[in-house]
């Protein structure tokens, strides 16, 4: 028996998802007296796979091979299961990601595991039962889903867990499953980015703001901010459906959900529809002339006042506190 983590790279690097992941999963391992090992696919310097073990990894297992060079779900989804059932995991721990979403249900199929997607904390273990905390109708309530089967695979939401730093270094080892043609179906000829700035579901600080600044002209008081901060920006569902700012940057229930550290809301309501994307941010800042705006409910720090006046002067005092 032992626990499992999937360590996503983007363009061979690891970012803090995958050590909030691994922390996690290391405290599963040591409530259930047990270890943990990594399973890390594609091209990956041994120093940071290594450097897994800081975290709690005591082995990784690195797959390397040319039909898995583009990230295609069956296929990482089959060699997850393989690593799985070589070291005899019981718990399979993957991140909330883009792709963490696309495998976890893969993976746990193929495993005839039961599946917690969208934790939040923790599980508590009671037995061979697993207790977990979960995000549920698109952030809008929490679950608490009991795994009971043998097997079992979570994902965790990214900044819901804070990293632990163990200290260590993990062994590296290579693993070559076989992966069926079936599996490699789907070919990725090319990858084009959109964009060269930090994307909305990896971002830290999200600077993000609605129907409120009347127009796209005005959006450089925005940009200017999340600029200052190192933020990415998103909007209202309003704003991108009038063209103002790309679909892309949509949040909520029918855009993208957001989970950074920090969600500056610039002019929005706070629409339940709005929040279902953004609830689960670990810091919420309003700015809203209206003291009644919904908003203000669920923001950690609220600012009455306009935006015209708010934002420019918040941007000058994060310049200047940067020097
Ligand atoms: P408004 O509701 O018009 O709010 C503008 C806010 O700006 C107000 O609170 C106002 O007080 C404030 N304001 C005005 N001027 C200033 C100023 N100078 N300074 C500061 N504050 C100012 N919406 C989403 O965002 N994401 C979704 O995914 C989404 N999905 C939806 C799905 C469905 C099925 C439906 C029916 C709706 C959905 N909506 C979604 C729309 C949602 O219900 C709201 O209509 C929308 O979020 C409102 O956008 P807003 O807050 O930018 O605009």
């Known amino acids: 028996m032992s626990v499992l983590v999937y360590a996503e790279n983007t363009d061979g690097k690891f970012k803090k998802p995958v050590y909030e992941v691994v922390s996690y999963a290391k405290a599963i391992a040591d409530s259930l007296n047990t270890s943990l090992a990594a399973v890390s696919i594609g091209d990956v310097d041994e120093a ?55 495998l976890a249900p893969r993976v746990a199929a193929k495993l005839n595991a039961g599946l917690a997607d969208g934790a939040v904390e923790l599980p508590q273990v009671d037995g061979g039962k697993l207790t977990v905390k979960k995000t549920a109708f698109s952030g809008k309530a929490f679950a608490i889903t009991e795994l009971t089967s043998a097997k079992k695979v979570i994902t965790l939401n990214p900044n819901a867990f804070e990293l632990r730093e163990t200290g260590g270094s993990a062994q590296v080892e290579a693993f070559q499953p076989t992966v069926a043609q079936g599996d490699l179906a789907t070919v990725i000829e090319d990858i084009v980015r959109t964009t060269d700035k930090v994307t909305l579901p990896d971002a830290e600080i999200v600077v993000s703001a609605g129907r409120g600044l009347k127009g796209p002209e005005n959006w450089h008081i925005v940009e200017e901010l999340a600029e200052a901060l190192g933020a990415a920006l998103a909007c209202s569902k309003p ?5 103002w700012r790309p679909h892309s940057e949509h ?9 950074p550290n920090l969600y500056i809301a610039i002019g929005i309501s706070g629409a339940i529809q709005h929040l279902a994307g953004v609830s689960s941010s670990k810091t919420i800042v309003v700015i809203n002339k209206d003291p009644e705006a919904p908003f203000f409910k669920v923001a950690d720090y609220g600012i009455v006042g306009d935006a015209f006046e708010v934002v420019p002067k918040l941007t000058a005092a994060i310049k200047a506190r940067k020097g």
């Open 48 to 102: 940071d796979l290594a450097a897994l073990g800081s975290y709690g990894a005591s082995t990784v297992l690195h797959v390397t091979s040319e039909q898995l060079r583009q990230f295609v779900n069956q296929a990482y989804a089959s060699v997850i299961a393989a690593a799985a059932d070589k070291l005899s995991a019981d718990v399979v721990v993957i991140s909330n990601s883009f792709s963490g979403k696309g």
């Open 251 to 259: 949040v909520g229930q029918t855009g993208i959900a957001v989970s």
């Open 239 to 243: 704003v991108s459906d009038a063209g």
